[in-house]
């Protein structure tokens, strides 16, 4: 039996990804759910 092909969804959402160098071992990177952003001051946006 041959080895499944992946489609091209899979093959898009992989590209580029490389496991090996993150620290947590996961072969997809986590989703964030949050984002901060650095102001440089109150009310002052970059």
Do not use: C, Y
């Not at 490389?18 to 650095?38: R, Y």
Request: hydrophobic letters at 40%; charged letters at 15%; aromatic letters at 8%.
């Amino acid at each position: 039996m041959s080895p499944p092909v992946a489609e091209f969804a899979t093959r898009a959402i992989h590209d580029g990804q490389d496991p090996n160098k993150w620290k947590h071992k996961a072969v997809i990177p986590p989703i964030s759910l949050a984002t901060t952003f650095q102001q440089f001051a109150p009310a002052e946006h970059a």
